[in-house]
C-alpha cells in the first residue's frame, strides 16, 4: 500500500517525497503501538515487524539515489539509522521478548524532522 505512494512521490516532487516519508513513517508507528497495545497477537507483532522494515528499507533506498536531495552527512545519518532499526527488527523476529520502543521513539523523532 504505502510502498507504491512513497515510491511514486519519491520520483517526483521533494516536499511531496517528504511527505510520503512522513505518512510512511507515521502508519509504521501506528502498527508497531497497535502490536504494543496487544502483545499476545503473533499476527499484529509480524505485521508491524514487516512494514517497519520495508518502511525503512525504502527510505534507505531512496537515500541511497544520487537524485535524493538531502545533504550527504544527513542522507549518512539517516542511512546508520535505518541500519539499526533493521537489525532491531530482525532481533525481534528471534525474541519476543525484544520490544519496538526504542524503534519508535527513533522513527517519531525522525518523522517529526521531517515536517
Do not use: C, H
Request: aromatic content about 8%; proline content about 2%; glycine content about 8%.
Amino acid at each position: 500500500m504505502f510502498n507504491l505512494a512513497y515510491a511514486e512521490a519519491a520520483e517526483g516532487d521533494q516536499g511531496e517525497a517528504r511527505s510520503e516519508e512522513y505518512q510512511a513513517m507515521e502508519y509504521s508507528i501506528g502498527v508497531m503501538e497497535s502490536s504494543l497495545r496487544d502483545p499476545e497477537n503473533a499476527g499484529k507483532r509480524i505485521k508491524a515487524i514487516f512494514d517497519t522494515a520495508n518502511v525503512w528499507t525504502l527510505l534507505m533506498e531512496d537515500l541511497g539515489q544520487v537524485d535524493n536531495a538531502y545533504p550527504n552527512e544527513l542522507k549518512a545519518g539517516l542511512i546508520s539509522i535505518g541500519i539499526f532499526i533493521l537489525k532491531q527488527l530482525q532481533a525481534m523476529r528471534g525474541d519476543s521478548s525484544v520490544s519496538f520502543a526504542t524503534i519508535i521513539d527513533v522513527t517519531k523523532t525522525i518523522k517529526e524532522g521531517l515536517k
